[in-house]
């Protein structure tokens, strides 16, 4: 097996899923895809049927009809940032059809980076939010040159989690902050479920971390992790019931999902907090 791509320790199986192993480093307590997908590969996964339905990707039924819901949870995450920073230069990195960003004031010049150009040809960003289309790594900028810069459920997309937060950490500028959001695998939702966990999903999420592994990477950056949430999430029931099909047979949760799926009861906002999924805010020292 291949070392860890976090640490170099060893790895060892611990279960497959959909085709592909899931193993585990005992060194830093981080799990992964083994072997990683190609860049190649992993570009494919976020065409437009991502953010539109196809469950094979386990992305969104309609990424667009999430909007008042996301918008829900969006406020939690500004109000946290701007209790660090009041007011700046913010990047956010996968921002989709960039809402977070637009849900920022005037106050705020607003950039963000994204992948899938399908989808901002489909769900433009706003016309104040600055877009950059294609892999983070090439995204140019010049080192300190943002007062925050986010990272909401990317590292564990992406082939290579050290190089996307070192490079995160270079476009801070000292006193600047980093928002990190990702799945706990040590919570205790994550150990009941094993490889049920809804975050146990390759290959659209291809590493598996523990927040203290999460602190402890953040800490090698120079980067001090000020506060942690377990925030509040929101999703139409029709989501809720998409990605429940992650945990249970699809044959149980189908005839459920086709029968909301369109109507008022499936666009009902359903607000969960199953403490499995860590937000952490950390300052650039």
Known sequence: MNPCGLCGGGLEPLFEKFGHRIALCRACGTASVDPLPSPEDIRKVYTLDYFKGNRSKFGYTDYAAEAGCLARGFAARIEAIRSFVPKGRILDVGCANGSFLGAFGPEWDKHGVELSRELLEDSPPPTDVKVFVGDFLAYPAGPASFDVVTLFDVLDHVRDPKAVLDKAAALLRPGGLLAVQQ?????????????RWHIYIPPTHLWYFSKA????????????????????????????????????PSFLVDPFYRAVKGTWLGELGVRFNLRDVVTLYAVKS
């Open 183 to 195: 799945g706990d695998r040590s919570s205790l939702f994550a150990r009941l479920l094993g490889r």
């Open 213 to 248: 592994g999460l602190i402890r990477l953040l800490s090698e950056r120079g980067l001090k992790t000020e506060r942690e949430e377990y925030e509040p999430r929101w999703a139409t029931f029709t989501l809720c019931l998409f990605r429940l099909s992650y945990i249970l």
